[in-house]
């Protein structure tokens, strides 16, 4: 019986609390070409603007030839490596290819993308996202041309 009242009691606990907040926003992030675009200090004020301390960040680009990365953000020679390296998995040129209407770089941009990442789930604990040292979150650029991209990012937890 003593068991039963406990989880009679667990669970008015979980009743009567709070539901979980939420908060959402677009990014703007202009891009001057191929490149990786760091953005950190835009999440970091985002989740301190929504007052969450606990919960899930989600980051979410909204476009198909560009990507979103989680990378070291404190030597810029990885960026240099990472884009060398892209160039040469998915070079432009490719006599096969068929999508060539918007530009020699348009097809190996959405193979770049493909190969990649359009969203990324970040975890959230005191009101700070969850990176490493020397982690930095980057919209990777695939395009020549500069762009405006647009990045949603949102997050659900408890403050």
Not at 4 to 13: I, N
Request: aromatic share 8%.
């Amino acid at each position: 019986m003593a068991r039963l009242r406990q989880l009679w009691l667990s669970l008015q606990d979980h009743v009567t609390a709070q539901p979980m907040q939420q908060a959402i926003e677009t990014v703007s992030l202009p891009t001057r070409g191929q490149g990786l675009y760091e953005f950190t200090p835009a999440v970091r004020k985002f989740i301190a603007d929504s007052e969450i301390s606990t919960g899930l960040l989600t980051v979410y680009v909204r476009h198909t030839s560009c990507s979103l990365l989680i990378q070291e953000n404190a030597d810029h020679d990885v960026q240099t490596d990472l884009l060398g390296f892209f160039g040469r998995l998915v070079p432009e040129g490719m006599e096969w290819l068929v999508h060539t209407t918007e530009g020699p770089d348009d097809m190996p941009a959405h193979i770049k993308a493909a190969l990649t990442q359009t969203s990324i789930g970040i975890p959230v604990q005191q009101g700070e996202p969850v990176f490493g040292t020397w982690q930095g979150i980057y919209l990777f650029e695939h395009r020549n041309q500069p762009h405006r991209r647009e990045v949603v990012l949102h997050i659900i937890g408890d403050r």
